[in-house]
Every structure is written in C-alpha cells, then in structure tokens.
C-alpha cells in the first residue's frame, strides 16, 4: 500500500482509503482479463491442431465446415461426429466413399450432355436441308472472301464487289463442269466400246484362267443376275420416282448456298456483331475474339484445301496424259473435287482413274497409274499437309479420319466434306476460350473491335 500511497505523498497530498480500493480493483480486474485472453488463445490453437490431425489441446473443437455437434458428443465415451469433406452438404454423403462421389458426378454430367447432343443431331437431321447449305456457304464465304477485300480495297462498293466476286466464281464452277460433262459425253461410245471387250476378256479368263468355268457355268451366272435385277425393278423404279423430290431439294439447297454466300459476304460482320451482343458483357469480348480466330482458320483450311486439290488434280491428270488414257481432264477435275474429302477423297477419285485405264489401255498401264495415284497421296500426306496447312489448323490424322467416317454415317458426302473443317474450327474456338483470360471490356469495346475488317 505504501508504493501507492507515496507518490501523493510527495505532491502533499494525502491518500485516501477508497482511493486505495479501488486500485487493488484495477488490477484484479487486469489480472482476470490477461487469464481470459490467455484461456481464448489456447483454445484457438487447440482447435486448429485438431483440425489439422493433432491434438494438443485440452479444449474440444468441432470440425469446420459442418453442423455444430450436439451437447451429447461432448460426454465423455461418446463417438466424436465423423469428419466431412469440403465438397458434401450433408452426414449422409460424408458416408460415400470420395472417389464414388466423383464418378457419379461425371457420370451425370456426361449423361447431361450426351442427352443434349443427341437433340441438337435430331434437331440439325430434321433441318438438315437448311443446315447443309449454310454450312457449305460458309465455305464458300471462306474461301472468296480474300477476293472481296481485294476490291474492297480497290474502292468498289461491298454489294458491287460482292456480287462481281460471286457471278466470278459461279461462272468457273459452271464452266468447268461444262467441259468435264462435255469430255464425258464425247468419249462415252468410245469408252463403251472398250468396257465390252474388259467384259470379254474377263470372260475368257474365267474359262481358262485357275477358275475354269464353263460356258453353261457362266450363262447361270448371268441368267442369276438379271433375275437379281428383275426382281429389284420395283425397288429401283421407286427410287427414280422420288427422284424428282431429291431434285427439288437440291435446287432448294443451290439458291439457298448462293443467298447465303452473297449475304455472309457483304454483311458477315454486322451479323456477327449481332450474335455477339446477344451474350453476356462478360463473355463478349472473349467470344468475339474466339469466334475471329476461328474464321480466319476455316479460310486458312478452305484456301489451303483448295490448292493441295489442284496440286493433287495436276499431279495425277499430268500421268493420265502421259500414257494416252481417256478422260484425262475430266478424271483430273474428278480428283480435284473428291480431294476436298481429306485422305479419303483423292484416293476414291484415284480408284477410278486405274479402273478407266485398266479398261482402255491394259493391267501395265493401270498398275503405272495407281503407282502415280500413291505416290501423289504420299506427297500430299507428307509434304503438302504440313507444309501448306500449317500449324494453324493441324489435326491429327486419326481426328480427320474419326470425324469424315462420323461425317459420312450423320450426313453421307456432306457430313464428309463439313467434318474437318468443323472440327478445325472447333479446335482452334475452344483452345483460344481456354487459354486467354481477357479482362472485363465494356461492349462498347467490343462493338469497335468487331468493326474491324
């Protein structure tokens, strides 16, 4: 008491007893809240040991995250509540093992978008008379796009250069078809006439060849035959009778490709603008930016397919010359235009080529074509593709062969000839979402980028 009192002492003043109370107050109180504090710290660093799987403490401490245990787990002999992982909502799933939880997750959402997929198929069949055009307008877009910049540049208005560009490439398509129907025409009796004399040749090594058939053999043969195709009259004559609806389809299919082409020509980026603002602020600029990425790889892949098709065309036509067979030219376009299937299209087109000259010119000739055929497939397979294609839109060649055999099963020769490009563009769309984090834009940006030409 004298420590205290002293100081007032000193200063002359005396020190009275109430004054002295409440001071020895003070430090009980200070001395309650130190113990108080230090209780608080040790139990905070007991629950945080037992959360981490040691405990050090005296204090008990329920897991967290989790419903808070009831009074009964404290008794001493009861179970402590077992621990539940972060990812379960209730005791229940904490009960299933983690790696089940995870397997039926994923099951349920592959089952989610297996679902969706097999609608949006049914939804494209059903409408496939739409679908295809636009698909096969696109392509075209692709690949004479570069011509409308080109007078763009030159100061053309864009409906003019897009009409000029259009009437341009309709005219070299009719053309060439003219001069390929035209060669056919004109060789066909010649052609006849040799596939006669295959046809008695193969008869006559039937009958002195290692099969040696007899006249009475080969005439049951062909009675067989014809009866075969008597019987299939009707099937075939239904199939020419609803030959008038697939001709009606396919007209239907042809306007639709060229208003679409002129349209995604001369407005294709007001409509992509137009689909852009349809989403989310937050994901415009990503999107416009995959989508731009995506379209300059399918002109990339149409412009390349183009001239690996007209390298292949030059490649296989320069033999059929050469060695004097039929329908060199018409056989050359043949290639040209079954090479826009990859892998499989000039090798079909091939096919015939060795069949025209096994036909006309003899077996030496048609084994010197095919040699030629392989041999062009092999530079394409190994020089052309990786070279003019680029990194830009390289696929693996299981992919193409994956998505054409898909293509062909879902859509016959156009599902084969939209396959690759699609899974293309698809490639390079979904590597450019999941690669680029983009910061928050607002539209107005995005609307000035997508302006851009």
């Not at 897991?63 to 402590?80: D, F, I, R």
């Not at 499989?344 to 025209?356: E, Y």
């Amino acid at each position: 008491m004298s420590d205290v009192a002293c100081p007032d002492r000193r200063r002359g003043r005396p020190v009275s007893s109430l004054e002295v109370r409440l001071s020895r107050f003070e430090r009980v109180r200070a001395r309650l809240r130190r113990a108080y504090e230090s209780g608080r710290e040790s139990a905070r660093g007991g629950r945080t040991d037992e959360a981490g799987g040691s405990v050090e403490s005296g204090f008990a401490s329920p897991v967290s995250p989790g419903p808070v245990a009831s009074p009964s787990a404290t008794v001493v002999g009861a179970e402590p509540p077992a621990a539940m992982h972060s990812s379960t909502t209730s005791r229940d799933d904490a009960d299933v093992p983690h790696a089940l939880r995870i397997a039926a997750a994923w099951s349920w959402r592959l089952i989610v978008i297996g679902v969706v997929t097999w609608a949006l198929l049914r939804i494209v069949g059903t409408i496939s008379i739409v679908i295809i055009p636009l698909a096969v307008a696109l392509l075209l877009s692709a690949l004479l796009a570069p011509a409308v910049g080109w007078l763009l540049r030159a100061r053309f208005p864009r409906s003019l250069a897009t009409g000029v560009v259009l009437v341009g490439g309709l005219a070299a398509v009719v053309g060439t078809l003219t001069l390929v129907v035209n060669e056919f025409i004109q060789g066909v009796p010649e052609l006849s006439e040799k596939s006669s004399q295959g046809v008695r040749q193969i008869q006559n090594w039937l009958k002195t060849g290692p099969l040696h058939l007899s006249d009475n053999q080969l005439d049951r043969y062909i009675d067989e035959g014809q009866a075969w195709i008597n019987a299939n009259t009707e099937r075939f004559t239904s199939g020419a009778l609803s030959t008038a609806t697939t001709l009606a389809e396919v007209l239907t299919g042809a306007i639709l490709v060229l208003f679409a082409t002129f349209f995604f020509l001369r407005d294709g980026n007001k409509i992509w603008r137009f689909l852009v603002r349809l989403l989310p602020v937050a994901a415009r600029w990503k999107v416009d930016d995959a989508g731009r990425a995506s379209w300059a790889t399918l002109g990339a892949y149409v412009r390349a397919t183009v001239l690996v098709a007209f390298i292949d065309a030059v490649g296989i036509g320069i033999f059929l010359v050469v060695f004097d067979v039929p329908f060199a030219f018409p056989l050359a376009a043949l290639v040209f235009l079954s090479a826009f299937i990859p892998i499989v299209g000039a090798t079909l087109s091939g096919g015939v080529a060795v069949l025209v000259a096994l036909v006309d010119s003899g077996a030496v000739t048609a084994l010197i074509i095919l040699g030629a055929v392989i041999g062009v497939q092999q530079v394409e397979g190994h020089v052309l593709q990786p070279l003019i294609m680029g990194r830009a839109v390289a696929i693996h060649p299981l992919a193409v062969i994956i998505g054409i055999a898909a293509g062909v099963v879902l859509a016959g020769i156009t599902g084969a000839l939209v396959a690759v490009p699609l899974i293309a563009v698809l490639n390079t769309a979904v590597r450019r979402l999941a690669s680029r984090s983009v910061p928050d834009t607002p539209p107005d940006a995005v609307v000035v980028a997508s302006q851009a030409p």
